[in-house]
């Protein structure tokens, strides 16, 4: 891989890391608020648009499945780069698509990956 493709990759993992950090933090809120596992809670869209905040509604359920895996991010349907080298979709249905990150992106998006401990509020 080129150097700038590889500073390219490292930059969108950065800023699709940064809106995975956001949705564990609204994770941990909807479990300290007592939500059910099955209750919808808004969580952002993961793309590599630095200027998207659209949401995605999961059940908690839903999203821990997601997160089980630390190369997969959440997307709005339509988002995901079918193009793309770095990514594979997984699964496109009910308005939201679960992208795969592989190959450079899959290291650093796993790399990335914060995961808490819904008690205590800290890093597993």
């Not at 479990?31 to 952002?44: G, K, M, N, S, Y």
């Not at 079918?82 to 290291?107: C, F, W």
Request: proline share 5%.
């Amino acid at each position: 891989m080129a150097h700038d493709d590889e500073t390219r990759t490292r930059s969108l993992a950065m800023d699709q890391a940064r809106f995975r950090y956001s949705n564990e933090r609204l994770r941990r809120t909807a479990a300290h608020i007592r939500f059910e596992p099955t209750d919808r809670v808004p969580f952002l869209c993961e793309c590599a648009d630095r200027d998207c905040f659209e949401v995605v509604m999961l059940s908690l359920e839903e999203y821990d499945r997601l997160r089980a895996h630390p190369s997969w991010f959440l997307l709005v349907a339509g988002h995901e780069d079918d193009e793309s080298p770095e990514e594979r979709v997984l699964e496109a249905e009910n308005g939201y698509a679960i992208v795969e990150k592989i190959n450079a992106a899959g290291t650093a998006a796993a790399r990335l990956q914060p995961r808490y401990d819904d008690r205590s509020g800290k890093p597993d």
